[in-house]
């Protein structure tokens, strides 16, 4: 049976729906969605689990605070609900920007986050550190949400069409969304601060990368939020790649598990031998350009345009596009992968 609720968490108020019994699954949304995108899945999943789908903060019937919207405080805000509901651990799955907040949320809290899989997003470093104009063309969004009042101003005029260009030029599947969905993201979205909250969201780049930069320098996976393809059913195999998620104590700690291999395979310098993670190309993903000028910045360092080569084999020119992904309604189905050399680990049961 489907219930909602509201928990005090953070100090805001929460709203999630949940379902299921067993042990917990938490399903984080993106943007410009709310909890209400994993209806479809919520059934299956609540089979053999509870499921927990909460609104993040600033979304749908959650609390819609000034200040608060880094990962970190997101991610405690989601541990803390957790712990209300009477759970310890949790299996994590966060989707776009929740795939950031599930992200830090099992970097910050690895005994609690038992296991993880993260949809349709790409590195916050990666994004930064790659940022040149094809980036910044395909992704022209994330620099507009980034602006100070501005986005309040103009997309408050027309809420409903700015929302569904997204849901146009950003779905595989648009028959994943239905209008009664759109209707409600768009009701959701007109309500008092959601616009500055979402786009709060955004503006917490600055203190999430420090964030990031940290654990990456301390040896944290800061870098494999969005490593492997995942799809519907897919969370086994993501959970599989995300491997021991204890290890990031054991790094911070000084202290080396003999069992693991490293993510990259590390030169004489220190650095990863061989190319780095690649974005790839293909239908409404960047187009590599020979010609396109890098962007540099004492945070970004300049790279080159990636070869066709350097794309995993199922991005190249010429492949087959993904199967659709009817979580989240179907929204920005989209394949991002970072190479390593970490060996396979059998599924989950």
Same mark, same amino acid.
């Given at each position: 049976m489907k219930s909602t609720g509201v928990a005090v968490a953070g100090g805001i108020r929460l709203h999630y729906t949940r379902? @299921?019994?067993?042990?917990?699954v938490v399903l984080l949304h993106g943007w410009p969605?709310?909890?209400l995108c994993w209806e479809p899945v919520l059934g299956p999943l609540a089979e053999r689990h509870t499921v927990v789908a909460p609104d993040l903060r600033g979304y749908g019937l959650s609390d819609k605070p000034a200040t608060g919207y880094d990962k970190r405080r997101m991610a405690a805000d989601l541990a803390e609900l957790v712990g209300s509901l009477g759970f310890e651990r949790a299996s994590v799955v966060g989707h776009d920007r929740g795939a950031?907040?599930?992200?830090?949320?099992?970097?910050?809290?690895?005994?609690?986050?038992? &296991?993880?899989?993260v949809l349709d997003v790409v590195p916050t470093r990666e994004m930064f550190r790659r940022?040149?104009?094809s980036v910044a063309s395909a992704y022209w969004h994330w620099l507009f949400h980034l602006q100070p009042d501005l986005p309040e101003r103009l997309v408050g005029q027309d809420v409903r069409g700015y929302l569904e260009y997204f849901f146009e030029r950003w779905t595989y599947n648009r028959? @994943?969304?239905?209008?009664?969905?759109?209707?409600?993201?768009? &009701?959701? +979205?007109?309500?008092?601060?959601?616009l500055r909250a979402g786009f709060d969201d955004y503006r917490a780049h600055e203190r999430d990368l420090a964030l990031d930069d940290e654990d990456a320098a301390a040896g944290a996976p800061a870098d494999d939020a969005g490593?492997?393809?995942?799809?519907? @059913? @897919?969370a086994a195999r993501a959970a599989a790649h995300a491997g021991d998620l204890a290890r990031v104590r054991r790094r911070r700690a000084g202290l080396r598990d003999p069992r693991m291999r490293p993510l990259h395979p590390r030169g004489a310098s220190g650095r990863p031998a061989g190319p780095p993670a690649r974005l790839p190309a293909g239908p409404h993903h960047l187009t590599p350009?020979?010609?396109?000028?890098? +962007?540099?910045?004492p945070r970004s360092p300049a790279v080159s345009p990636p070869s066709r080569e350097d794309l995993p084999l199922p991005q190249r020119a010429g492949a087959a596009p993904p199967p659709p992904d009817r979580a989240c309604t179907g929204v920005a189905a989209r394949?991002?992968?970072?190479?390593?050399t970490a060996a396979p680990r059998p599924p989950v049961p």
């Open positions: 379902a @299921g019994s067993g042990p917990l969605q709310t909890g950031r907040v599930a992200h830090r949320w099992a970097l910050d809290r690895p005994d609690q986050v038992e &296991r993880l899989a940022l040149d104009a028959h @994943g969304l239905s209008p009664e969905a759109v209707d409600a993201y768009v &009701r959701a +979205f007109s309500r008092p601060g959601a490593a492997g393809p995942v799809g519907v @059913g @897919g350009r020979a010609t396109s000028r890098p +962007f540099t910045s394949w991002w992968t970072t190479p390593t």
